[in-house]
């Protein structure tokens, strides 16, 4: 029987809400699904017929060691998503990418070595701001500022630049208001969404129940589809709205995305519907 495996790491940082479900419909389908973690060496990945990244939330503390596995275990066995999609999308740059194609972007600025945090957001004219690496996840080294705390933006912005490369945007204050939404997309259909809180270092990440996509919504995650042009089998949209109603993308997540599962069955029925033939 074809085996798939679903790819998540050794030391998972917090629980995956779409693990046991997601194992539980792969078992009801008679699917032959295991958990795999990428940063196991014993993992044979040539064993499985078929590899779904799912969890490997851990992946921004090892980049290059990913990277890595992701090319190496392209090579063994069917990857999914494709390793050009998820190497082409580990570092947020690709926004700018994005952006300079049309798509409407929450605005950001890649912070250079040599620039002055105070400067930046003075030009842009930011009253408050958040500052994160560009390669992360979840609320890792996430922190929001203002202009009455410029000192400790830029003490952190130094610090984090000694590692990583910066990226400063500024803070949408609707999604305080419900204004930051998770479009997600699951073999070729935007299956729903859900309203998300913000998420800082340390904070646990707070979501709705599933809603349908508004037709702003999904005009922006057409627009991001078309653009990246490659094909995937699930992808998450991260919209944030502006001041002024303007549905603009936050990041599009293809390597490791919660994807709210136990907030719309069909969306899960659809992904193992999908496994099923990809594995026919």
């Known amino acids: 029987m074809p085996q798939v495996a ?19 419909a792969c078992r009801d389908a008679g699917l032959d699904a295991a958990l795999a973690a990428w940063d196991d060496p014993a993992v044979d990945w ?15 503390e ?7 596995w992701i ?4 090579e ?22 994005l952006e300079r194609s049309g798509v409407p972007v929450v605005p950001t600025h890649f912070l250079a070595p040599s620039e002055n945090i105070e400067e930046v957001v003075t030009e842009r004219g930011w009253d408050r701001f958040v500052l994160k690496p560009t390669v992360s996840a979840g609320s890792y080294m996430t922190e929001r500022f203002s202009l009455d705390s410029l000192a400790q933006a830029g003490e952190f912005a130094a610090s984090l630049s000694r590692t990583h490369k910066v ?4 803070y949408m204050s609707a999604v305080e208001r419900g204004g930051e939404v998770a479009l997600n997309h699951v073999d070729g259909e935007l299956t729903h969404g859900v309203l998300k809180s913000p998420r800082f270092v340390g904070q646990e990440e707070s979501v709705s129940s599933a809603i349908t996509p508004s037709s702003e919504q999904r005009a922006v995650a057409e627009k991001v589809m078309e653009t990246i042009g490659e094909a995937w089998l699930y992808a998450r949209i991260d919209l944030m709205a502006d001041e002024d109603g303007e549905w603009l993308l936050s990041e599009m997540e293809v ?8 907030q719309h069955r069909p969306a899960m029925e659809r992904f193992i519907a999908a496994l099923q033939r990809l594995l026919s």
């Not at 679903?6 to 539980?24: G, I």
């Not at 090892?62 to 890595?68: K, P, V």
């Open 46 to 60: 040539a064993s499985f017929d078929l590899a779904v990244v799912r969890s490997t939330w851990n992946f921004y």
């Open 71 to 74: 090319e190496r275990t392209d």
């Open 6 to 24: 679903f790819v998540t790491c050794v030391e998972l940082p917090e629980p995956d809400p779409d693990e046991q479900v997601l194992m539980d």
């Open 167 to 170: 990226m400063v945007q500024p």
């Open 255 to 262: 390597i490791e995305p919660s994807l709210f599962f136990l």
């Open 76 to 97: 063994a066995t069917r990857l999914l998503n494709p390793a050009s999609l998820m190497l082409r999308t580990i570092d947020k740059t690709y926004l700018a990418e």
């Open 62 to 68: 090892c980049e290059h060691a990913f990277r890595h």
